[in-house]
């Protein structure tokens, strides 16, 4: 089987999607076919010898729209192509809302006369002329909706209905009834057919439904965003040795086994072992923790992570699609790719509304034709096709999820699509990243033990770690200036790497590291190994410190809790949620955290693609899972589980990856949007209700079923009843603010 990737152009919806993966699930030879909707990608499995690449592309061509080949050495270039194609897009219909907003408001007022049936002052009578009306309807029907036919066509032609079809069939019918009763008005009169037009019925609902799609693509186009954030993190050059000389290529033409030379503040190229050299390494990229950890010849290196102090001469294992990053990137893609669950309500009532309607339209048509009432038949007929214009199911999901997006943006939580806001209601487990998450993501001073006088101790160790680079030694400078302790000039300053740093002041050598290294300089750390082993199992790291030769003290230094941590996870547990604690980090200072917020269940030493494993083992157990993360290591799970969250204060990566972010980085927030996400379902389901039923209601009334009691519905008062059904959606989606206010 062979595996490849094409970016897809032309799809609008997520229908799109469905509709390319079943034209090529239907064809011999594909295994597998994914479209990510977000990234506008397609990943195929297919056996190479029923079918090629070309082939493929033929597939998706008939099925309307362009599959190009999404090439690993092309692949940023191609997605830079793809954003400012996508950029252009939003913009085109960003004007096209504007225009039909515009050209509707005009309509509305304009139409106030007739559909009041009173004279209004300040509206003159050709404002409100059908010729007028005609002309103004025009540009939005043939250009601002001209997505909503052409895909309605599509369908059609496939032998599909969509919502896409609902808006042609209704608003096409709106508009074509009301050209015809323009052009020969004259004829309806004496056929005793209304006159009405319902010009700006039809504009009206492309311009809401418009609307509701832009909102989409800006959501699309921040999903997308973690793809490209990801390729780009990917280093595009690498010094590889050619004998004894060194020359710089394209990170594509590293081979495996080629040695590579890294030289300090350089990015690794390549998944590769270490043959000469020692050196520290930031891999919070992949493991998520801040402290960098030491490497020596041996030692397996990853690439993109960050080399920070000493030269390496590195043998290459992995390139191009094996490295570590690149199964990143292929685990989120797949995972945004994949999926929900829960299937939306509207999308399911359209699979039979559809064909119902017309059924009913025609049975309308025929019954009152047959009982020789021609102008009954063909009014009956085009109320039918009004009334059930989509317009209440079209807002039914839109306007709850704009009001409920608004309210939590205003309390700091960004939600990127409806489904994220849907299925947060319905979760059961939650996952908590550690670095960053629970605790601050930086190391910070929790204790310390001075044998000298204390403002010394400080001063000194402070200005020895002014020249530090180590998160450890910042974590040091810091605490002693906050605390207002003088920095004092030095002298001979030293760095030994895994070991700790020296330095002269007044004349005198200060020794700052570990117990080992103090050891090996003969300095006597016996009388504080009990208090630094009590730190240790604690889950904090001690740093000792030495002054001429002798023992001045211990500090302990700590990745420690953010305030609200232990109560958010109790408030959570309440709920009836199950919480997991899942980090990269050791077991020792995992259980310790856990230990503080009150976790139980604990997953330590957790790669980035075992993280995205472990939330799929969860969803296959039936749980409903949320994510919450800040690191690039944790992408991938963030983009499997049901619903990624996101701490804003941690990496563009992470929050593009992610389906909310809490943008203060307070974990309270989890719990409001569960609570805003719970309300929102509610009033999602209470729209739908009130659009289903008004259709059920009204159809029948307007085909004629009330005509014993000489009860008949004009088109006009089914249009009316249209715009009611949309008031009485949107009005209920604001009663969404009162509910939430107390998040």
Known sequence: METRQFQIKGMGCAACAT??????????????????????????????????????????????????????SDRQAQLQAQEREEAQALRTLSHQVWLAGVLSGVLVIGSLPMMLGVDIPFIAHWWHSPWLQWALTTPIMFWSGQYFFVSAWKSLRRRRADMNTL???????????????TLFRAQFIAWGIPTDVYFEVAAVIITLILLGRSLEARAKKGMAAAIRQLVGLQVKMARVFRGEETVDIPVEQVQVGDRLLIRPGEKIPVDGEIIEGTSTLDESLVTGESLPVEKTVGDRLIGSTLNKTGRLILKATHVGEDTVLANIIRLVQEAQGSKAPIQKVADQVTAWFVPAVLVIALVTFSFWAIAGDLPRAIATTVSVLVIACPCALGLATPTSIMVGTGIGARHGILIKDAESLELAAHLT???????GTLTQGKPSVTNYLSLIDEAQLWAWAGSVEQSSEHPLGEAIFRHATDKGHSILPLADFQSFTGKGVQAQINHQTIHIGTAQWLTTLGIDTTSLQAQAIAWQNEAKTVIWVAIEGQLAGLIALADQLKPTSPQVVKRLQKLGLKVILLTGDNPRTAEAIANQVGITQVQAEV????????????????EMVAMVGDGINDAPALAQANVGIAIGTGTDVAIAASDLTLISGDLTGILSAIKLSRATLRNIKQNLFFAFVYNVASIPIAAGILSTWGIFLNPMIAGAAMAFSSVSVVTNALRLKGVTRNL
Do not use: C, W
């Open 607 to 622: 790669h980035p693609d075992q993280k995205s494993a472990v939330v799929q083992n969860l969803q296959t157990a039936g």
């Open 19 to 72: 509709t390319i993966e079943t034209a090529l699930q239907k064809t011999a030879g594909i295994q597998t076919a994914q479209v990510n909707y977000a990234a506008a990608q397609l990943r195929v499995e297919f056996d190479g010898s029923q079918i090629n690449p070309e082939a493929l592309q033929q597939v998706v061509a008939t099925a309307g729209y362009e599959a190009i080949p999404l090439m690993g």
């Open 429 to 435: 487990t939650i996952v908590l990243d550690k670095t």
């Open 167 to 181: 808006v042609a069939l209704g608003t096409g019918v709106a508009y074509g009834y009301s050209i015809f009763v």
